[in-house]
């Protein structure tokens, strides 16, 4: 017996030093002539795209910077929004992910087609009507008062540099690695630098038509790998049929009993090829994928700068709807490009694909938790013939620098229009400009700074990590920009007591999460299961739920916002074409008064505006009390005339193209249907 487990030992220490010989060398397999250029000849046509649309554009306005002078057509707002939204993360984490269980990632992807329609047909037309630049700059306009835009504006700066930046960085250092064997931190920083450098000097008229350019690039090279990927391992049906036996063969009985390892932690799952599962064994439940997902993606595609600020680009309200038409279109291939080939890659690689003991998983990939991450570039580096090897590193290095661009850009945007206007309220134009390119740099220095963090919290599958955050902490805004737009009932109050109430609940699942720690498969968390049991789609029905309830509660129990004050703001006004008067205006109007009345009787200076409360139910009465409320609104027989707006802006459209991008929406609906039928 001992003869016979130190005999299983040495062939299994055998077996890992093949492979690891085998994957060392392939980590060097972009050094060729061919490969090499292909990538200088991608980076000099990026450049040169990049400096014919900076020399077209006026980049000395903040509208010609942020917006890119609202010129842009339906296909470089559809290609930056999904150029945007594929970055290097989506590569990597969502073959490892499918890799690891299946094809339910994809969902992710496929929700979003109903999402966009969303985007052009309900939100971007309030947010036109509005005259706004930023998010945050809606819900003060929305609703008055500093704190939620404030709020917002800190909370997506927060969200930007430890969710998106830290996984595109996370997501190209693997890629590079496996492909290049360079050292990390010089890969990334350059990136980061390159990257930085056209976002600083172009502004986003030079980040939409190069994303357009990446965007070609990204979908040939994926689709060329996909080819490569389907023909190495025999077509669909052979990996209908291998997949459910791909399972690790340097798995030892040494290692079983070592670490108690149970076969499902290897065997990948029977329900790998279902878009619908099990709604409490399932490892993303049905529920969760058809409304967890959908709550998640109304934050992320209807309310986060970084998509909203690409359609508010457009020359009209048609550009932007066949836009959002155009990127849900593209948003059909990831399964395809992305999934399959995940898959296909731990068909291919079982050891290091699929690894699950420990100390192999630390020496295939740098992390003991699983190397499914390593599913798509291991596809790369050993499949693909030289050039095609280079074209591919292109398609990795588009992607990662068209997502960091735009979360550049769009965070620069959000720390100069929402926070340094408060410091600086007099800046000038120029001034906002310079100041939106210092922000871009010093983002890239505390990216920079985060790789350690980044490299110390690998996870098993990236794509979770991304979504399981975006779930704690997205709920609450989309809740509230839901309501914003469709409730006119819902105030200031109800929001940003909504969003507190919110924030609060999402960071104690959050923090009691990282305290445990999410486990894995060998080594469970020991988080308790009321807490943690409850899977993060979900958790983010019950947050949006509570959010939901706790916003129109609020509301429902103080003074309403008067229509006057709501003209183009909300849905059902985004066609009125009365005066608007502003909120914060009224009321700035009136604390002057009030201290230059003060000032002049010697009096204590009093900023509030008091009227006169009407009787409330009780359980109104005691939500006010429990927050502090008290009513806000300006009454109106106080309210005086403001200077009429500036032109208001123009949406509607011209009937036959209107029809158009209708009956394409519909078309795309209806595929979108026929997909989820199809693999349900």
């Not at 899977?535 to 949006?544: E, G, K, P, T």
Request: charged content about 15%; overall charge neutral; some cysteine.
């Amino acid at each position: 017996m001992c003869r016979w487990l130190c005999r299983t030992q040495q062939t299994s220490e055998s077996h890992l030093s093949g492979a690891m010989e085998n994957l060392s060398s392939e980590k060097v397999a972009i050094s060729n002539p061919a490969d090499i250029s292909v990538i200088i000849g991608y980076f000099l046509m990026v450049i040169g795209v990049g400096i014919w649309s900076m020399l077209r554009t006026n980049r000395a306005t903040v509208g010609g910077y942020f917006l890119a002078g609202r010129t842009m057509t339906w296909l470089p707002v559809g290609a930056s929004l999904f150029a945007s939204n594929i970055g290097s993360g989506h590569f990597v984490g969502l073959a490892g992910t499918g890799a690891a269980s299946g094809i339910a990632v994809g969902g992710f992807e496929w929700n979003a087609l109903f999402i966009v329609l969303l985007l052009g047909w309900l939100f971007v037309p309030v947010y036109l009507t509005a005259g706004v630049i930023t998010m945050p700059q809606y819900l003060k306009k929305r609703f008055g008062g500093t704190r939620i835009s404030l709020y917002l504006s800190v909370i997506s700066l927060f969200l930007y540099i430890f969710t998106k930046i830290s996984v595109d960085m996370f997501s190209g250092a693997v890629f590079i690695q496996q492909a290049l064997g360079w050292n990390i931190y010089i890969a990334v920083v350059a990136l980061l630098l390159i990257t930085a450098l056209y976002t600083v000097t172009g502004g986003l008229a030079a980040l939409m038509y190069t994303d357009t350019v990446q965007t070609f690039v990204i979908i040939v090279g994926a689709f060329v790998l996909t080819g490569f990927s389907f023909a190495e391992v025999g077509g669909y049906s052979a990996l209908l049929a291998k997949y459910s036996s791909a399972i690790p063969f340097n798995v030892s009985s040494i290692d079983v009993q070592r670490y108690n390892i149970s076969p499902h932690c290897y065997t990948p799952r029977q329900d790998a090829f279902s878009l619908l599962r099990d709604p409490t064994t399932g490892d993303l439940p049905w529920p969760g994928v058809l409304f967890g997902i959908s709550i998640g993606s109304i934050w992320y595609w209807c309310s986060d700068q970084v998509i909203v600020q690409r359609c508010l680009a457009a020359r009209s309200i048609t550009h932007v709807k066949a836009g959002c038409i155009l990127c849900g279109y593209l948003k059909l291939l990831p399964m395809f490009l992305m999934v399959f080939p995940g898959m296909i890659s731990r068909i291919l690689y079982p050891d290091e694909v699929g690894c699950v003991v420990p100390e192999i998983c630390k020496k295939v990939c740098g992390t003991e938790v699983g190397c499914s991450n390593i599913a798509y570039p291991k596809l790369v580096v050993t499949i693909m013939p030289n050039g095609l090897r280079g074209l591919m590193l292109a398609v990795m290095l588009a992607a990662l620098m068209s997502s960091l661009a735009s979360i550049f850009n769009s965070s620069s945007t959000l720390f100069t229009m929402d926070i340094w206007t408060r410091i600086r309220p007099r800046a000038s134009g120029r001034e906002l400009i310079i100041v939106g390119r210092v922000w871009v740099l010093c983002i890239v220095a505390i990216s920079i700074c985060w790789i350690p963090v980044v490299q110390a919290a690998q996870s098993g599958q990236l794509f979770d990590y991304i979504q399981s955050i975006s779930s704690y902490l997205g709920p609450p805004i989309a809740a509230v920009f839901l309501l914003a737009l469709f409730v006119k009932r819902v105030n200031e109050a109800g929001a940003f007591w909504g969003l507190m109430g919110g924030l609060a609940i999402g960071l104690c699942r959050m923090g009691l999460e990282f305290w445990f720690g999410s486990g894995n498969c060998i080594f469970p968390s020991q988080c308790p299961f009321i807490i943690c049991g409850v899977h993060y789609l979900h958790f983010a029905i019950i947050l949006f739920s509570c959010t939901t309830v706790l916003v129109l509660l609020v509301s429902y129990c103080t003074e309403p916002i008067a229509d006057e004050h709501l003209h183009r703001l909300v849905f059902s006004l985004r066609h009125s074409k009365e005066e608007r008067k502003d909120l914060d205006l009224q009321l700035e109007e009136k604390a002057q008064r009030a201290q230059e009345e003060d000032k002049g009787r010697g009096t204590e200076l009093n900023n509030t505006v008091v009227v006169a409360e009407e009787e409330k139910p009780s359980i109104c009465q005691l939500v006010a009390g429990f927050f502090g409320l008290h009513s806000s609104s300006p009454a109106p027989e106080q309210e005086e005339p403001e200077p009429e707006e500036q032109e208001m802006p123009d949406i509607t459209e011209d009937p036959l193209w209107k029809n158009l991008v209708n009956v394409n929406a519909l078309i795309m609906m209806t595929a979108a249907v026929f997909m989820w039928g199809y693999f349900a």
